[in-house]
């Protein structure tokens, strides 16, 4: 069975740093496109960062734009989510999630970990 397992979230303090990372238990998803996304409270999952099956191409959302870093390690079937300056309006259950083909559309996303918990205090 497919499975995407996050790690990494906690509690941070305004300005601080987490990293969350994303470990995929099947080879495949080498050749998959994955995404991070997140929910905050009472609001809609929404794209923060993608990266391409190789690495080379990322996206970001501008809301995390120069703050956050998405990166593979395709030898660890893992993804990584580096997230600097964080800020309050970042506290949100995020998700890692992977698609067949380098994408922005949600619902692209066909595989999708259980989310952990980034909490960002003032």
């Known amino acids: 069975q497919v499975q995407l397992v996050e790690s990494g979230g906690g509690l941070v303090q305004t300005g601080g740093s987490l990293r969350l990372s994303c470990a995929a238990s099947?080879?495949?998803?080498?050749?998959?496109?994955m995404g991070w996304f997140r929910q905050p409270p009472g609001k809609e999952r929404e794209l923060v960062a993608t990266?391409?099956?190789?690495?080379?191409?990322?996206y970001y959302a501008d809301s995390v734009k120069g703050r956050f870093t998405i990166s593979r390690d395709s030898a660890k079937n893992t993804v990584y989510l580096q997230m600097n300056s964080l800020t309050p309006e970042d506290t949100a259950v995020y998700y890692c999630?992977?698609?067949?083909?380098?994408?922005?559309?949600?619902?692209?996303?066909?595989?999708w970990g259980q989310g952990t918990q980034v909490t960002v205090s003032s």
């Open positions: 999630a992977a698609a067949w083909t380098w994408t922005i559309t949600t619902k692209d996303y066909h595989y």
């Open positions: 990266v391409n099956w190789h690495g080379s191409s990322t």
């Open positions: 099947v080879r495949t998803f080498s050749s998959a496109a």
